[in-house]
């Protein structure tokens, strides 16, 4: 073999007839890239078989969404939005004040309240300070009384005095009592003219502007919270005995915009043990469909948005 290729390579060398030396030449390295020890080695590779997809075993359409849904917050009291301090889109934190609503009589109301709590402090005090001087009055006429310049009646009457005082003493303590925690009843309804974020998220609508004037429990904010995000699915009746909790699915991106975006590998978190009617699927001539939902989670987060429509195949 070697003598036929080194015979071979000195006929190339030599001047040839234009018609068949470019033929020649291709026709030389494609029989010693055959006879090479690489294109042996490559044609004896094995040629690896692709993995078996997973077997589809139940197919259901299904919303993206979070946990507990959107959380629509409503105004704890009646009055007229003074301050709107958020937007739409806007994250906020939990604790942030998202509106405020203006009450002048609330305010008043705590106002006189705190007065009051003066006054009754005031007392308090007027009356504490009487107590050491009626205990020293005592103690003399008991001394008096030992040394016979006094007698019993004097005594009781200075005792008297001042059980009257120790009592009026309580009764200040009580009043003091009373108006601070009339103050801290009052202040707690003035805190209900605040609107605040239960937790973080993301602001999704604001339904009120300033100077609306809005009653207790009337929607204000709708807000996103941040919590990972889920998929709700509607499994028809004719697949409920497939799928089971924790079974692996595939989820995708249920639109128009050309090829479904995969999002990634969820599996089922639990099952409802009732069914419901359809709402996103419905056939024609049998009018609703019985369906019941399944809720998934995703292995890691996905780059979705709450109320995108999928479609989830439940896999072995």
């Known amino acids: 073999m070697t003598f036929s290729v080194k015979n071979f390579a000195l006929r190339l060398a030599q001047p040839a007839a234009p018609r068949w030396g470019l033929g020649a030449a291709m026709l030389a390295c494609v029989w010693l890239s ?3 020890p690489s ?3 490559a044609s004896a590779e094995p040629v690896q078989a692709s993995p078996k997809a997973p077997r589809a075993l139940a197919l259901a359409r299904g919303k993206v969404d979070v946990e507990g849904g959107l959380l629509v917050l409503p105004a704890g009291a009646e009055g007229v939005v003074q301050q709107l301090k958020v937007k739409d889109g806007q994250r ?3 604790g942030q004040v998202l509106l405020r609503l203006g009450d002048a009589a609330a305010q008043a109301d705590v106002a006189v309240a705190e007065s009051e709590e003066q006054l009754a402090q005031a007392r308090l005090a007027a009356r504490t300070a009487r107590l050491p001087v009626l205990q020293q009055t005592l103690t003399r006429w008991q001394t008096a009384a030992k040394q016979g310049a006094a007698d019993g009646q004097q005594v009781e009457e200075a005792a008297q005095a001042l059980r009257d005082a120790q009592s009026e003493q309580a009764i200040a303590k009580a009043e003091v009592q009373v108006a601070q925690r009339k103050q801290a009843q009052l202040r707690a309804l003035l805190t209900r003219q605040e609107l605040r974020a239960p937790e973080a998220g993301t602001v999704v609508r604001v339904q009120s502007h300033v100077g609306a004037h809005v009653a207790p429990g009337t929607p204000t904010v709708v807000l996103l919270p941040e919590r990972a995000l889920i998929v709700r699915a509607e499994l028809n009746e004719s697949f409920a005995s497939a799928v089971r909790e924790g079974m692996p699915a595939t989820v995708v991106i249920d639109g128009d915009a050309g090829a479904a975006q995969r999002l990634p ?6 099952i409802s043990p009732v069914f419901g009617v359809g709402q996103l699927q419905e056939d024609t001539q ?3 469909v ?4 399944c809720v998934l989670v995703f292995d890691q987060p996905p780059v979705a948005r709450v109320g995108q429509n999928v479609r989830v195949t439940f896999h072995e």
């Open 34 to 36: 055959a006879c090479s």
């Open 39 to 41: 294109g042996r080695e």
């Open 92 to 94: 906020v934190q939990a």
């Open 265 to 270: 590998a969820a599996k089922v978190l639990r």
């Open 286 to 288: 049998r009018g609703p």
């Open 290 to 293: 019985r369906v019941i939902e």
